[in-house]
């Protein structure tokens, strides 16, 4: 079975303070996803990554950035966090195959509160 | 404009009972993947099921199946014999095929509730 974990279920932080968000799988997978959600707007992409170093955007990578040093692990990082920051934070990875067939297998999410 | 489409906010099915939630998509694209994750309240999205827009078959997985209509753009998920433990949102969610570096589109997801 894919295997991916998050760091941390719940998260509590104030405004400012620098935030990692961990993201771990454990099948091989290239690549790796960072999506928020929120009620109302749903999933939304904020950076994903097709290999180690590689990092691309996705629809909202404003306030956030990514690091992957390792092949296993994709880390979310709010350098200054927000309270419009407040969100679930789930992480993907997927084995690359062709684009309509890749199934992406999720972790079981941050909730994050900034204060 | 919204490429999955959700129309059922919230759904109720007595336990036991199969269930139907609905799907259309929009794509230009000959070559799609749709896929349906199930969310708890835990949080976690668990994959479902996957069907190729070549398949011919409905895909099936245990007692989740997949309505396909190509030409309809529709990708409706049905549950067979509804469990306590399927009280969960759903999100249909599309990859398209040359949509190579971008990410999955998500529906705004049903609610289901099971009954005893």
């Known amino acids: 079975d894919v295997k991916v974990t998050q760091s941390s279920r719940y998260l509590v932080k104030r405004t400012g303070e620098k935030v990692f968000l961990e993201c771990v799988q454990d099948?091989?997978?290239?690549?790796m996803f960072w999506y928020r959600q929120d009620p109302g707007l749903g999933l939304r992409l904020i950076y994903f990554?097709?290999?180690?170093?590689?990092?691309e955007k996705g629809d909202i990578p404003e306030g956030y950035s990514v690091s992957r040093e390792k092949k296993e692990r994709f880390s979310l990082i709010l350098e200054s966090a927000s309270t419009n920051q407040t969100s679930m934070y789930l992480c993907?990875?997927?084995?690359?195959?062709?684009?309509?067939?890749?199934?992406?297998?999720f972790g079981p999410g941050t909730r994050l509160l900034v204060l | 404009a919204q490429k999955i489409t959700q129309t059922q906010p919230g759904m109720f099915v007595q336990e036991k009972e199969a269930v139907t939630l609905d799907c259309t998509y929009d794509t230009s694209d000959p070559s799609y993947g749709l896929f349906w994750y199930k969310q708890p309240s835990s949080g976690e999205m668990i994959f479902l099921i996957y069907?190729?827009?070549?398949?011919?078959q409905n895909a099936t997985e245990g007692r989740y199946s997949l309505n396909f209509q190509k030409a309809r753009k529709s990708a409706n998920l049905v549950i067979s014999a509804s469990q306590l433990g399927d009280s969960a949102m759903y999100f249909c969610a599309m990859r398209e095929g040359d949509n190579y570096g971008q990410n999955f589109v998500f529906g705004p997801g049903t609610r289901l509730s099971v009954l005893p």
């Open positions: 069907q190729g827009s070549y398949d011919q």
């Open positions: 099948m091989d997978h290239e690549n």
């Open positions: 993907a990875s997927s084995f690359p195959q062709r684009e309509d067939q890749e199934t992406q297998y």
């Open positions: 990554s097709y290999d180690v170093k590689m990092k």
